[in-house]
């Protein structure tokens, strides 16, 4: 111990105090001595409680399977859908670039080709002047 002054403007210092093993040790001791005495009677009173106990796990086993299958269909099915999408755009971007009226004309000239009967007779032309929209008065 050493002799300080204290005075007003200065804090007390606190000692840290240990926790108490005395009363963790009591706390084991009183849990050592207990005694279950189990018995027959005990085990039937208590079995309604295991039954539920061990149906709630069944039902927890069942649903997580349940889950885990429809997160693989889902899994799948996005993968099928991504699909179907592409392949959707392709189509698309064909249908699109076979309607243009460039790829149109050779088609038919092709077609004229193939199917004439003069050299000089054509079955389709390609329209040189541009639609025009009419109007009524």
Do not use: W
């Not at 200065?10 to 001595?33: F, N």
């Amino acid at each position: 111990m050493s002799n300080k002054i204290i005075t007003g403007d200065e804090p007390e210092i606190k000692e840290e105090k240990k926790p108490d093993t005395s009363q963790i040790e009591g706390a084991v001791k009183r849990l050592s001595e207990i005694d279950f005495k189990l018995n027959v009677n005990m085990f039937y009173n208590q079995l309604p409680f295991i039954i539920f106990c061990f149906g709630l796990i069944g039902v927890l086993i069942f649903s997580s399977h349940n889950n885990d299958i429809l997160n693989k269909k889902i899994d799948k099915l996005s993968k099928e859908n991504k699909e179907l999408r592409n392949e959707y755009i392709i189509i698309l971007s064909e249908i699109m670039n076979a309607s243009r009226q460039s790829n149109i004309a050779e088609k038919l000239k092709e077609y004229n080709i193939q199917n004439r009967i003069g050299k000089d007779t054509n079955y389709v032309k390609e329209a040189v002047v541009p639609p025009t929209k009419i109007t009524i008065d």
